[in-house]
């Protein structure tokens, strides 16, 4: 089945740093891939997705880009925020099964 | 538009209830999910629901858990008997029909404790 591997957290920033998480996956297929962000005690929310190759997903500042070569989906953001505190998590959609395959997630703290 | 809701957002059980958990999907969606998210870890898929049809309960294990969609009203998972082991958060997602239906949407999940 398929897998992700995120880089262990958590990820200690200060306000205005450059932030990278790494995400590799294993999967059959090329899948959608999607980062999600947690807040505490809150669900998921989408942040942004790429659905082939070469795609760039951006959202509030966030990107990541679909490397189907190194099976890869980093998160980028160039100025972090306090705000941007919160667990990410880089998952891939089984779209045979529709199943979405989360890794333990990457926690982030953004210091003032 | 109203996201996916869930109730109720926390759920204490003693050993041996049952727990029934319920998800409301987003106007429109047809497609309901279900993950379990262990503490310190990712989500774990248990199930995929069309209106009154299991399409995929793969994740789900096979003793005291069930799930379904009805054709009116909300998803509901259900825990029978539950253990200590059981204790998690729940979440449920939706998507709807057609081509957009690979995006997921997450409600704010159900915090089940089992005492």
């Known amino acids: 089945g398929d897998s992700v591997t995120q880089m262990e957290g958590p990820v200690t920033l200060s306000e205005e740093a450059f932030l990278t998480i790494n995400c590799t996956y294993t999967a059959t297929g090329y899948p959608s891939l999607f980062w999600y962000v947690q807040y505490p005690g809150e669900g998921l929310q989408l942040l942004l997705k790429?659905?082939?190759?070469?795609d760039k997903g951006s959202n509030k500042g966030f990107e990541a880009t679909y490397r189907k070569e190194t099976t890869s989906f980093h998160l980028e953001k160039g100025s972090v925020q306090v705000s941007d505190s919160a667990v990410y998590f880089c998952a891939p959609l089984d779209t045979g099964r529709r199943a979405l395959t989360f890794g333990s997630g990457t926690r982030l703290q953004v210091q003032p | 538009n109203a996201g996916v809701m869930q109730n109720p957002r926390h759920l204490v059980r003693r050993r041996g209830q049952e727990a029934r958990l319920r998800c409301s999907p987003m106007k429109g969606h047809s497609h309901v999910y279900w993950y379990r998210q262990l503490p310190e870890e990712g989500l774990k898929f248990m199930v995929y629901l069309q209106k009154e049809n299991i399409i995929d309960e793969s994740g789900m294990p096979k003793e005291r858990f069930s799930a379904e969609f009805p054709k009116e009203g909300p998803s509901i998972l259900r825990i029978q008997q539950v253990v200590r082991g059981d204790s998690a958060a729940y979440f449920c997602?939706?998507?709807?029909?057609?081509?957009?239906?690979?995006?997921?949407?997450f409600g704010p999940g159900t915090r089940l404790l089992v005492l």
């Open positions: 790429a659905t082939k190759a070469d």
């Open positions: 997602a939706s998507s709807p029909p057609g081509a957009l239906q690979e995006t997921q949407y």
